[in-house]
């Protein structure tokens, strides 16, 4: 007979019992702990935590949501609520379990009037995403990762590179290309114009330099947030944002101008981040999404051609997106964010002019 559990919800705050069980499981990750959801909030976004728990009140899993909230001609609405790692469950096998939170999640969420979900959860979970609740998996974009073990020393973490991979690299330090951590708050602004660049190019929003620099005070102290930035003749090509948390890093944003490619130097950046990884004892380093096969004909071929050069391991983990209103979809996408883009290229006009957007 299936277990009885509890839910409960929070909404822009994260009990400590919360952070307790994220530490205790082996599914522990940065993206949904308390101090991830401090960050967000700083920033001025929002979070929803649906956690379950047994009858003696022990935390059984949960999963932690982030997003924005917007009001529009007197309708209030989050266009999207995003998970990164979760769920956070003591047992993946338990597929009761993960049903009860998911369903509490998304019960929760559309009393929000959340009207796209987006789960990047660190295991499969397709029979219950999939099969029982309808979320689309997105099996042509990203639903594995790269994953390169840090215990090996960094002579093996070479032989395991694939040959392009290592002639990319010595043509990068060839051309004098130098990877330094960038430190300073101008270094986050020179990356961040880049994200600027590469997200203009690719048709999709920058990353927010809010959040960002939320995300470095609440974790740069303890060396868990950190931008690796890669040069050349003295000017920043490309650069890569990795968060640390215990013994696991992940590479939680890239960006890079058009004109770094042929100098390699995303790769050069990379490996750095692996050299640094083995000489701080950690365990793997999560390189956050590639296609699962080597399919020139779907999309995102090229991301992984380029991650999987490093070596590793693929593995498959979960990217799972839902409609939750059809209506509030269209109106979204054809009214509301159109309408949105064209304010914020006014505002960025504005600002070129009466000074800095930061």
């Known amino acids: 007979m299936p277990s009885s559990f509890i839910t409960e919800t929070y909404i822009d705050c994260v009990p400590e019992d919360w952070q307790s069980f994220v530490n205790s499981s082996d599914l522990y990750n940065i993206f949904q702990t308390n101090q991830w959801a401090r960050a967000v909030l700083k920033a001025g976004m929002g979070t929803l935590l649906t956690m379950v728990k047994d009858g003696e009140n022990h935390v059984k899993g949960g999963i932690l949501g982030i997003y924005n909230r917007y009001s529009f001609l007197g309708v209030k609405m989050i266009p ?10 003591s047992d993946i ?3 009761h379990l993960s049903e009860v939170l998911m369903r509490a999640f998304e019960r929760e969420a559309r009393k929000c009037a959340v009207v796209d979900s987006y789960i990047r959860s660190f295991f499969p979970l397709d029979d219950i995403l999939v099969d029982r609740l309808n979320y689309a998996l997105e099996s042509y974009r990203l639903p594995c990762t790269l994953v390169i073990d840090l215990t090996k ?25 130098i990877v330094e951590e960038g430190k300073t708050l101008e270094d986050f602004r020179t990356y961040y114009e880049i994200s600027k660049s590469t997200a203009q190019r690719l048709q999709t929003g920058p990353v927010s330099f809010r959040l960002m620099m939320a995300l470095r005070e609440n974790f740069s102290k303890n060396g868990n947030f950190k931008l690796f930035l890669a040069k050349h003749n003295g000017a920043a090509v490309a650069g890569v944002i990795i968060v640390k948390w215990r013994d696991r890093v992940w590479g939680w944003h890239g960006a890079s101008l058009s004109r770094s490619w042929p100098l390699n130097a995303n790769l050069l950046i990379h490996w750095n981040i692996i050299d640094w990884g083995v000489k701080n004892h950690l365990k793997s380093y999560d390189l956050m999404g590639i296609p699962c096969t080597n399919d020139s004909s779907r999309p995102k071929h090229g991301l992984y051609l380029f991650k999987t050069q490093l070596g590793g391991e693929i593995v498959r983990q ?11 979809h269209f109106f979204l996408a054809r009214i509301f964010r159109p309408i949105r883009s064209l304010f914020k290229k006014l505002n960025t006009r504005f600002s070129s002019v009466i000074g800095s957007e930061f």
């Open 318 to 328: 979960g990217e799972y997106t839902k409609n939750y209103s059809h209506v509030k």
């Open 80 to 89: 999207v609520i995003q998970v990164w790692g979760g769920p956070v469950i």
């Open 93 to 95: 096998n338990d597929k």
């Open 153 to 177: 020393s960094k002579e093996e973490l070479w032989k395991q590179l694939e040959e392009r991979g290592r002639r990319g690299i010595r043509k990068a330090l060839k051309q004098g290309v």
